[in-house]
């Protein structure tokens, strides 16, 4: 089991630029999430994705925040344009259709805009 | 709509002190509920979860938590810190039914060796 895996692990832009992060859940999960965490504000669950069907996108922050997950197991986070206050450390996890599965998570992406 | 609320955000203690870190929820029906700790540099990872049954709960390296339906709290402890229990900690509560996670803004523990 090779965990969730994501990529980049860091990423510097500049403001206005388009940047994508990218996901890919363990193999059978049915259920992928992205989050956002801040200092200030904790971690935040931007949306969540079901057989690849986004289920809840209420958490996106704004329309330069896009998620698609185009197969099982592979998803992208795209900003578009990037603006400072973006920057924040952005995490995907992945669970089971299963009532006592936990979430699992991957190990980050931290975006720095300048 | 759903909501977690840790009231301690930072958390400054000696080894072998006792721990108790707050956590209430806000929502009237069915939930599940989880303490997720994250490792500085590290991804989170599962402390302990609480679906239905004895509410005190028992999870890795000595941590348990109460679910306290009445109050809405689900309280994380630990009767003696270790160094290595440096960490953020996350509550988390799922409403039953659903996989929408909702995550509380976190505690940063540092234990002073």
């Known amino acids: 089991d090779a965990g969730v895996i994501q990529s980049p692990r860091h990423e510097v832009t500049e403001m206005g630029q388009e940047v994508t992060l990218r996901c890919k859940p363990i193999?059978?999960?049915?259920?992928l999430f992205w989050y956002r965490q801040t200092m200030m504000r904790g971690l935040e669950l931007l949306i969540y994705?079901?057989?690849?069907?986004?289920?809840?996108d209420s958490g996106m922050p704004e329309d330069r925040f896009s998620a698609k997950m185009p197969n099982a197991s592979f998803s992208t986070l795209k900003i578009q344009p990037s603006e400072p206050r973006d920057s924040a450390v952005y995490f995907c996890?992945?669970?089971?259709?299963?009532?006592?599965?936990?979430?699992?998570f991957g190990n980050g992406t931290r975006l720095t805009v300048t | 709509a759903q909501s977690v609320s840790q009231h301690n955000h930072h958390v400054i203690l000696s080894e072998a002190a006792s721990l108790e870190l707050g956590c209430n929820y806000s929502?009237?029906?069915?939930?599940?509920l989880f303490w997720y700790v994250q490792y500085p540099g590290q991804h989170l990872q599962l402390l302990l979860k609480?679906?239905?049954?004895?509410?005190l709960v028992k999870g890795i390296k000595g941590f348990e938590a109460e679910f306290i339906k009445s109050k809405f709290s689900f309280n994380l402890r630990k009767p003696s810190v270790q160094w290595s229990d440096t960490a953020e900690y996350f509550c988390?509560?799922?409403?039953?039914?659903?996989?929408?996670?909702?995550f509380g803004t976190g505690t940063r523990l540092k234990v002073l060796a």
């Open positions: 996890a992945s669970t089971l259709d299963r009532a006592y599965s936990p979430l699992h």
């Open positions: 193999s059978g999960h049915d259920y």
């Open positions: 994705f079901n057989n690849n069907v986004p289920i809840d």
């Open positions: 929502y009237g029906g069915t939930v599940n």
């Open positions: 609480y679906f239905s049954g004895d509410p």
């Open positions: 988390a509560v799922k409403t039953s039914g659903t996989y929408k996670y909702i």
